[in-house]
């Protein structure tokens, strides 16, 4: 990314413009990763957890696997256009009121390098819990940050993210009934 920490620090905090959630139910917000291979794999990890029962999950995916997800209720997913993101990589104002009109308890971003598009989902999701790979860039996102180490695969930090992510929203579930 050849963007400055600065310039990625005042980008993101542009979403404090944008009006935050307005439904009381409790979500989970998963970035899906926009590269191919890091795809399949989240997908294998966490379309299990999108079609689970009794989790809210609200997953935003590029355009480019619109047809992986044919066979799922789409209304899990938050799709994203190529035009939905300007020159700065930030959303466009409709897809962040689309975004942000849930109550994120967690948010992950599954890419695996940073991307600024779905790090900014997360950091203004508004969530207790945000998480997304260690980077540069990541300090000023995440406030949980997986590491990616060259002998671990991919699947083992999915693994990692899915496992916080349902453990917090099951007990939050636990003390809200």
Do not use: W
Not at 24 to 46: G, H, S
Not at 126 to 154: P, V, W
């Amino acid at each position: 990314m050849s963007k400055s920490k600065r310039t990625v620090k005042k980008l993101l905090s542009t979403g404090n413009l944008i009006p935050k959630h307005s439904l009381k139910e409790r979500y989970i917000l998963i970035c899906l990763p926009f590269d191919t291979i890091p795809f399949k794999i989240a997908q294998r990890v966490f379309f299990p957890l999108i079609d689970e029962h009794g989790i809210k999950v609200k997953a935003i995916i590029h355009q480019a696997f619109f047809p992986i997800i044919k066979n799922i209720d789409t209304n899990c997913f938050i799709p994203v256009l190529n035009s939905d993101i300007g020159r700065s990589l930030i959303p466009s104002e409709n897809l962040a009121k689309e975004i942000f009109q849930y109550n994120y308890i967690a948010a992950a971003d599954l890419n695996i390098d940073f991307n600024l598009t779905t790090a900014y989902c997360v950091h203004n999701s508004n969530a207790k819990l945000r998480i997304g790979f260690k980077s540069d860039y990541s300090d000023l996102c995440f406030n949980t940050q997986i590491d990616k180490k060259e002998n671990d695969s991919i699947e083992s930090g999915y693994i990692q993210i899915k496992s916080l992510i349902t453990s917090l929203y099951r007990q939050t579930s636990e003390n809200n009934t």
